[in-house]
T-cell receptor
């Protein structure tokens, strides 16, 4: 399975600011995804990060709020823009290899004050 | 919406087998059953998946009924470290169906 790292592991931010979360994989992967897990809730898919093109967003998520980049097959970033306390969540990156199984990173715990 | 139904919680005794049920009555022929678990404050961990045959690996066994409408994840000898939320997920095998839709999962507490 792929080894996935995320930076930062946690952060505390002020409302109105933006935070960029990085996801790095130790091998080239076909697909990369970003999920959100709100406190006490299950995971919700935000978007699929597409290499070399715009991300594909799920219903309820928009590019202006969650811009995503994927410059190559091992790296992606998710930015949480103009944050409010409602954005306090764990943000998780996942990747899919040729075996089609998704593997998850450790997550980034975000608190917005 | 998640296509699976799981009990919200269950307890099991350390050293005993833990049997986690999952209903997926609307599963289609090209959809796999995947199991993940999430230990507190960590990212979800892949456990096992199957299409129609029973599967076993070093972590667990997956038993899928013949009609594929339900399955059971078996942890053969539960330890305290198996305390986690367990998610049963139905996922299509084609690229477009690569998304994982998480339901509420089963919160498993392994007790000494």
């Amino acid at each position: 399975s792929a080894v996935i790292s995320q930076k930062p592991s946690r952060d505390i931010c002020q409302r109105g600011t933006s935070l960029t979360i990085q996801c790095q994989v130790d091998s080239q992967v076909t697909m990369m995804f970003w999920y959100r897990q709100q406190p006490g809730q299950s995971l919700t898919l935000i978007a699929t990060a597409n290499q070399g093109s715009e991300a594909t967003y799920e219903s309820g998520f928009v590019i202006d709020k969650f811009p995503i980049s994927r410059p190559n097959l091992t790296f992606s970033t998710l930015t949480v823009s103009n944050m409010s306390p409602e954005d306090s969540s764990i943000y998780l990156c996942s990747v899919s290899t040729g075996t089609d199984t998704q593997y998850f990173g450790p997550g980034t715990r975000l608190t917005v004050l | 919406d998640a296509k699976t139904t799981q009990p919200p919680s269950m307890d099991c005794a350390e050293g005993r087998a833990a049997n986690l049920p999952c209903n997926h009555s609307t599963i289609s022929g090209n959809e796999y059953v995947y199991w993940y678990r999430q230990i507190h404050s960590q990212g979800p961990q892949y456990i096992i998946h199957g299409l129609k045959n029973n599967e076993t690996n070093e972590m667990a066994s997956l038993i899928i009924t013949e009609d594929r409408k339900s399955s059971t994840l078996i942890l053969p000898h539960a330890t305290l470290r198996d305390t986690a939320v367990y998610y049963c997920i139905v996922k299509g095998i084609e690229a477009a169906g690569n998304k994982l839709t998480f339901g509420g999962g089963t919160r498993v507490l392994v007790k000494p």
